[in-house]
């Protein structure tokens, strides 16, 4: 399996550009998880879905972030308009009930100009 | 609100020494998870911790688990330079296994050859 994927795996942007983050989840999990990674907080939960359902988004910092996920295998994570202090590694991580843990992508790094 | 407070912040040995780190909770959890994170990376599992008071070996590492299954410790013995990283802990609040994770502050382990 080739785990789960993300891309772009690095995204340098102008502040005020929208920003689009890609994740193909692991096949047969049913579980999807973005994440936000800084120095200062740590590694934050945006949202996760169950069976491309978002469960729980309350870790989105805006309107400005909005995810989807149309199938099972593939997941956007939207930033429209990006700023600076959006600047972090976005982690995806996907996992099943039968797994019991979180397969983590390699993390797209953002910097916003 | 941080649930899983991590300590210490930083580490930094001599190769061959030994370690404990810390995560401390006010909340009770079903299981708790450590995760290792090396640069440029997603973080990995290394271990789950499901029922109080026990206690998990991988190789050189040591896993508690609180009698209340509210804190954990990770002890590492006989540090290694490849012991280096970022070491997450993860608190579960339900069974149900893919279900979202807490993930503590981290504690940012060098390990000094």
């Known amino acids: 399996d080739a785990g789960v994927i993300q891309s772009p795996r690095h995204e340098v942007t102008e502040m005020g550009q929208e920003v689009t983050l890609r994740c193909k989840p692991i096949?047969?999990?049913?579980?999807l998880f973005w994440y936000r990674q800084t120095m200062m907080r740590g590694l934050e939960l945006l949202i996760y879905?169950?069976?491309?359902?978002?469960?729980?988004d309350s870790g989105m910092p805006e309107d400005r972030f909005s995810a989807k996920m149309p199938n099972a295998s593939f997941s956007t994570l939207k930033i429209q308009p990006s700023e600076p202090r959006d600047s972090a590694v976005y982690f995806c991580a996907s996992s099943s009930r039968l797994a019991a843990r979180e397969f983590f992508g390699p993390g797209t790094r953002l910097t916003v100009l | 609100t941080q649930l899983l407070e991590q300590s210490p912040q930083f580490l930094s040995i001599q190769e061959g020494e030994n370690l404990t780190v810390y995560c401390n909770s006010s909340s009770v959890f079903s299981s708790l998870q450590w995760y290792r994170q090396e640069p440029g990376e997603g973080p990995v599992l290394l271990v789950t911790v499901v029922t109080g008071g026990e206690v998990k070996k991988l190789k050189r590492l040591t896993f508690q688990f609180g009698d209340a299954r509210k804190d954990s410790s990770l002890h590492i013995t006989a540090a290694q330079p490849g012991d280096t990283g970022l070491y997450l802990c993860?608190?579960?609040?339900?069974?149900?296994?893919?279900?979202?994770?807490?993930f503590g502050t981290g504690t940012r382990l060098t390990i000094i050859p």
């Open positions: 096949s047969g999990h049913n579980s």
């Open positions: 993860a608190g579960a609040l339900s069974n149900f296994g893919n279900e979202k994770l807490t």
């Open positions: 879905f169950n069976n491309n359902v978002p469960i729980d």
